[in-house]
């Protein structure tokens, strides 16, 4: 599948670089989040950004599981690995699989030179202890499935938009039903 850039998420990322908040994705599993944020890492990398200033984590990855209940150990982790004395990215994907993940966003928070962004579900990055604790600190990023026009630059005849309006509406925008063959889709979603 052609990725689609999804160009709005990714200018509102922009505008909000180095700002003092942590930017904080959500939105329903498979609707894009994680891709919206290495977009946005890559656009770093093509400013010149260099790799001792960007740290990309991802909580699924079973090579990271070793972190999911070692905040300090993770926390330094991270740190060892920028260089501070230069603005510095630190991208924690599916964050809410860490133990105690709140204290971990909120310690890099406040380092200095450190802008934070995470991933996660609604049901857990907008939870109450977390939205107390980190109150006035972050800007949330409500990540939707592809809207139409987006869903029209992943096909390769679009003559009939009538036709792929239909279809549109029957499988949803999730990204990951673009690749399903139409009998698989209604499984997938589910």
Same mark, same amino acid.
């Given at each position: =599948?052609?990725?689609?850039?999804? #160009? !709005?998420?990714?200018? +509102?990322?922009?505008?909000?670089?180095?700002? /003092?908040?942590?930017? =904080?994705? +959500? *939105?329903?599993?498979?609707? *894009?989040? %994680? +891709?919206?944020? #290495? =977009?946005?890492? !890559?656009?770093?990398?093509? #400013?010149?950004?260099? $790799?001792?200033?960007?740290?990309? @984590? $991802?909580?699924?990855?079973?090579?990271?599981?070793?972190?999911? /209940?070692?905040?300090?150990?993770?926390?330094?982790?991270?740190?060892?690995? @920028?260089?501070?004395?230069?603005? %510095?990215?630190?991208?924690? !994907?599916?964050?809410? $699989?860490?133990?105690?993940?709140?204290?971990? &966003?909120? *310690?890099?928070?406040?380092?200095?030179?450190?802008?934070?962004? &995470?991933?996660? %579900? /609604?049901?857990?990055?907008?939870?109450?202890?977390?939205? +107390?604790?980190?109150?006035?600190?972050?800007?949330?990023?409500?990540?939707?499935?592809?809207?139409?026009?987006?869903?029209?630059?992943?096909?390769?005849?679009? %003559?009939?938009? !009538?036709?792929?309006?239909?279809?549109? =509406?029957?499988?949803?925008?999730?990204?990951?039903?673009?690749? @399903?063959?139409?009998? $698989?889709?209604? /499984?997938?979603?589910?």
């Amino acid at each position: =599948m052609k990725q689609v850039v999804r #160009q !709005d998420y990714l200018d +509102t990322l922009i505008g909000l670089r180095d700002k /003092n908040l942590i930017k =904080m994705l +959500t *939105g329903v599993r498979r609707c *894009g989040k %994680s +891709t919206v944020m #290495q =977009m946005f890492c !890559d656009y770093l990398k093509m #400013q010149g950004v260099k $790799n001792k200033q960007i740290v990309f @984590l $991802n909580f699924e990855d079973f090579e990271n599981h070793k972190w999911l /209940n070692d905040l300090e150990g993770l926390y330094y982790h991270i740190i060892n690995q @920028l260089d501070l004395s230069k603005p %510095s990215y630190v991208f924690l !994907d599916e964050v809410q $699989n860490v133990k105690e993940f709140e204290r971990l &966003v909120d *310690g890099l928070y406040v380092k200095p030179n450190i802008d934070v962004y &995470v991933t996660g %579900s /609604n049901a857990y990055l907008l939870s109450s202890e977390l939205g +107390t604790l980190l109150t006035g600190r972050y800007y949330a990023i409500h990540i939707l499935p592809f809207s139409f026009k987006e869903y029209l630059l992943t096909q390769k005849d679009i %003559s009939r938009t !009538d036709l792929l309006f239909l279809k549109y =509406m029957q499988n949803g925008g999730l990204p990951g039903t673009i690749e @399903l063959p139409e009998d $698989n889709i209604k /499984n997938y979603v589910m």
